[in-house]
């Protein structure tokens, strides 16, 4: 009985210790955060060619950060990585321009991202043509 108690008790402090490590370390982060709530965010600057890790500035009030950020490298570089679009499906092949293309209305703008509401694009057509139904391979006789 005294084993269960003494044990119990083991239990007891070990979950409280842990409990107020948490909190210090929430406290210690709060510390280190910033009590201004009015960022403004730069765009994502790459730091080497036009895609890849890089960093973007932000500023509130007299306080300035540098936050870690990625432009993926197939990106459209048109809209930027901080625009988020849902797009329709691609229309079809048009035989003057040889393109085809879809529209976009905008999801997300990331960081108070400068974004435009519609965006349209464009892209080649497929040279290859499709067939609804693969060629079947069938057992032939020898």
């Given amino acids: 009985m005294q084993v269960r108690s003494l044990l119990l008790l083991l239990a007891l402090i070990l979950v409280a210790a842990a409990a107020e490590a948490s909190k210090s370390k929430k406290e210690k982060t709060k510390k280190d955060g910033s009590k201004c709530e009015d960022w403004r965010w730069g765009p994502c600057v790459p730091n080497s060619k036009d895609c890849g890790l890089g960093y973007r500035e932000g500023t509130c009030k007299d306080e300035s950060r540098k936050l870690k950020c990625k432009i993926p490298c197939n990106w459209k570089k048109k809209f930027g990585a901080d625009?988020?679009?849902?797009?329709?499906?691609?229309?079809?092949?048009s035989a003057?321009?040889?393109l085809k293309s879809r529209s976009g209305t905008l999801k997300k703008?990331?960081?108070?991202?400068?974004?435009?509401?519609?965006?349209?694009?464009?892209k080649p057509c497929s040279s290859k043509i499709k067939s609804k139904s693969k060629a079947k391979k069938g057992k032939g006789k020898d």
């Avoid at 703008?109 to 464009?122: K, M, P, R």
Wanted: aromatic share 18%.
């Fill in 83 to 93: 625009c988020k679009y849902k797009f329709e499906s691609w229309g079809g092949c």
């Fill in 96 to 98: 003057q321009t040889g």
């Fill in 109 to 122: 703008a990331l960081y108070n991202a400068q974004c435009e509401e519609t965006v349209y694009v464009t």
